[in-house]
């Protein structure tokens, strides 16, 4: 992949070093590969590659081939266009080479995603070397230290959630070690977590508070590392991780140790209820807030006094806008302005006045499964909505004035698109209903043949009959791949730790108006009412209270999660911590007859794919033959 400067910058300074190497791909760029350390270590100017390389690493979900974005309910695609990510959801995972493999790496050049060992190794390298930069202080030699500290924390995270228990690397094994001394072993979960937590821990010290500057957006800094605390802290306390001996009461070591914990520990949703809270806290303070979009609305927009028109605008330049003061971390280094397999591309709705050629692919959907997660315009699941036709949402009815602002008068559409909730309608593109993008208002029709519908002799199609409209930027165009405006992809925002937050202080302590407050500062943005507003009024919702015991609120939050977190990466490892794959992940994908013109027709539901998870071994990733006969004392996961 060749490097190149966004106009919101990349990554500080990189473009000048690349030149410095003559190298146009800056992963070639490795410490033990391109020259002696002392030279790569001499001065700050060729330091920053080192530095680069620790970053090179973040994995990209903005790209169709590497992201685990495609891996969970939310998506679909036809067929021929299936990507590693899909196959694992239909049981295709395999142990002698493994598909999106974190621990060996996996996919094409620049297409891909390295080995996060080798991330580790080039975090160490850095973090033993620093001290011989001659030009910088050694506050600056510190700081650079910290970022790589915070990096391969977040590189064992992923390792962990990915494959369990995995070898602690906290500083490199020399070339000329004995084999006894490569062939490392696995840790168990706890000590991975407690080692994470502590890195963390350590980096915090000698981070900046919060990088501001344009040149430098992306670095880590305080901000950021008390939110991926948080994360970790959540992940530890979640049922696959604390006290999983429904999974894994016989993977033990050669000692007879459990590598996951036998009994629950509610002490660990404490802990990271208590680290939320210090983030969320420290994150405002430092200038973090909820984004509200405040620019001048489109031409178009001529009812924007519509508060639910506001709120998806609010809602989806929320993750599209550039580095909004919600996003706490972004990956500055999204797939390239002129590649063709960015999200974006695949996710885009073609402008029906050019040809396929030129045109976005329009080819990865949202199932209607995750359609009806959805809440309706009362802020309520549909099967928990009583003003909500929920048995007969499948059915054809004609749209009035009342929905149209969100759909075109008239026009036949399914009960399942109407009156529902705005974080519905700033994601979610559908028959009959309206597409914001390019400066204009598009009335959109997908059926067979029509302008946004599936074309004769193309798998460039939306095979549930939905469009995903949320991870496009609004003024992205329409009618070419690369004329889509890049964005950072975010790694996290505030709103997470606003649901970290929720969902940890409700396991730790049960229901709380804190709790209430949290999730309320998520739907206030996204134009519904309240918690406690929208489970109290018995004469809309069909479990009045809900929210007031810790089950119901627990359902509450998950839901709320899915829905603002929605398509950004999140759902996949979400569902397995939870410990739900077997139940959320072994059902087929729905989807509209979109090979049909006709309303009666289309409006068919088809299973579009299957899904298969195989619990428990799904849960964790396999570990390929080759690495297993390099290092004998790391064994299969279990039941691979």
């Known amino acids: 992949m060749v490097l190149q400067k966004f106009k919101y910058n990349l990554l500080f ?42 970053y090179s690493y973040l994995p990209q979900n903005d790209g169709i081939y590497s992201t685990y974005v ?335 602002d969100y759909a075109q008068p008239f026009e036949k559409t399914a009960k399942l698109n109407l009156d529902r909730s705005p974080r519905f309608y700033a994601s979610i593109a559908f028959d009959r209903g309206y597409g914001r993008t390019w400066g204009e208002l598009w009335e959109l029709q997908m059926r067979s043949g029509e302008d946004h519908g599936r074309q004769a002799n193309t798998n460039d199609y939306l095979t549930s009959g939905y469009a995903l409209l949320k991870l496009v930027h609004q003024d992205s165009e329409g009618d070419a791949y690369n004329k889509v405006i890049n964005y950072p992809w975010p790694i996290i925002k505030l709103s997470e730790l606003y649901l970290n937050f929720a969902e940890a202080s409700n396991e730790a302590y049960g229901p709380s108006q804190e709790i209430y407050d949290a999730l309320n500062v998520i739907r206030t943005r996204s134009g519904i009412p309240n918690v406690e507003d929208a489970w109290s009024d018995a004469s809309k919702a069909a479990t009045p209270n809900k929210h007031t015991n810790k089950e119901g609120l627990r359902s509450i939050i998950k839901r709320e999660r899915a829905l603002e977190l929605a398509f950004e990466g999140h759902r996949y490892n979400d569902i397995r911590r939870w410990k739900e794959a077997d139940e959320k992940f072994n059902t087929n994908i729905l989807g509209w007859s979109v090979n049909n013109v006709k309303d009666d027709d289309y409006y068919t539901l088809e299973t579009v794919s299957e899904r298969i998870f195989v619990t428990p071994r799904d849960y964790l990733h396999p570990i390929s033959f080759q690495e297993r006969s390099i290092n004998p004392n790391i064994s299969q996961n279990p039941y691979w």
């Open 13 to 54: 300074k990189l473009i000048a070093l690349l030149f410095i190497f003559s190298c146009d791909d800056y992963l070639d760029i490795v410490p033990d590969k391109t020259q002696e350390l002392s030279l790569l270590f001499e001065r700050e100017e060729t330091a920053y590659g080192a530095l680069a390389d620790c």
């Open 70 to 404: 495609l891996a969970s309910d939310e998506i679909t695609v036809p067929v021929p266009q299936e990507t590693d990510a899909i196959r694992i959801m239909k049981g295709q995972q395999n142990s002698s080479t493994p598909m999106m493999s974190y621990w060996s790496g996996y996919g094409a050049a620049g297409k891909g995603q390295g080995s996060l060992w080798q991330a580790i190794r080039s975090c160490n390298t850095l973090i033993e070397n620093m001290d011989l930069v001659v030009d910088m202080t050694q506050d600056e030699k510190d700081a650079w230290k910290a970022e790589a500290e915070l990096l391969k924390a977040y590189y064992h995270f992923l390792l962990v959630n990915f494959y369990g228990p995995i070898p602690i690397t906290d500083k490199n094994i020399p070339i000329s070690a004995e084999d006894d001394t490569v062939r490392v072993s696995r840790n168990t979960i706890d000590e991975c977590f407690t080692y994470i937590v502590e890195t963390i821990d350590k980096a915090i010290l000698k981070l900046p508070t919060r990088v501001t500057s344009n040149n430098d957006l992306g670095r880590v800094d305080q901000v950021i590392a008390k939110a991926l605390k948080s994360r970790v802290l959540l992940f530890s306390a979640s049922p696959f991780f604390n006290g999983n001996s429904e999974f894994y009461a016989d993977f033990v070591n050669d000692a007879g140790v459990h590598y996951f914990n036998q009994s629950y520990d509610e002490n660990k949703w404490i802990l990271a209820a208590e680290a939320t809270r210090e983030a969320i806290d420290f994150a405002i303070a430092n200038g973090s807030q909820i984004y509200y979009y405040n620019e001048t609305p489109p031409a178009f927009e001529t009812n924007f006094s519509n508060p639910g028109i506001q709120s998806q605008y609010n809602y989806r330049y929320a993750t599209t806008d550039l580095w909004t003061n919600e996003l706490i971390w972004g990956n500055s280094k999204p797939v390239g302005g002129s590649e063709w397999w960015r999200m974006q591309a695949g996710v885009m709705i073609k402008s029906p006045t050019v040809s396929s050629n030129e045109a976005a692919w329009q080819w990865i959907a949202p199932s209607i499964n995750f359609v009806e997660e959805y809440y309706t315009k009362n802020g309520l699941p549909i099967d928990e909505d009583l003003t909500f036709d929920y048995e007969n949402r499948y059915d054809l009815t004609t749209i009035f004035f009342n929905n149209a």
